[in-house]
């Protein structure tokens, strides 16, 4: 059984940094596509930011600019950087390497 274990969520003020780290318990982000994705409360999950194989990213439009995603395929662990931080990228944040699932981690922008 594959597992994701992200962390780096927390309380943070508006302009503020986080980094998320997700680690899989097994080899897998080399050959496959990674991304995070985020819910807020009541809303569904979206997709924030994705890295291919290969290094391509792609973010959604609000985050462009702000976020970057990364992957140490040798660690195992995808990252999420997070910069100039809003009250509304508030959500909790789920790594994604198909088809396996992180648990989540909250990340909370206080204004």
């Known amino acids: 059984q594959v597992q994701l274990v992200e962390s780096g969520g927390g309380l943070v003020q508006a302009g503020g940094s986080l980094r998320l780290s997700c680690t899989s318990s097994?080899?897998?982000?080399?050959?496959?596509?990674v991304g995070w994705y985020r819910q807020a409360p009541g809303k569904q999950r979206v997709l924030v930011a994705r890295?291919?194989?290969?290094?391509?990213?792609d973010y959604v439009d609000n985050v462009k600019g702000r976020f970057t995603i990364s992957r140490d395929n040798a660690k195992n662990t995808m990252y999420l950087q997070m910069n100039s931080l809003k009250p509304e990228d508030t959500a909790v944040y789920y790594c994604?390497?198909?088809?396996?699932w992180g648990q989540g981690t909250q990340v909370t922008v206080s204004s």
């Open positions: 097994a080899r897998i982000f080399s050959g496959t596509a």
């Open positions: 994604n390497a198909f088809p396996y």
């Open positions: 890295i291919t194989s290969g290094g391509t990213t």
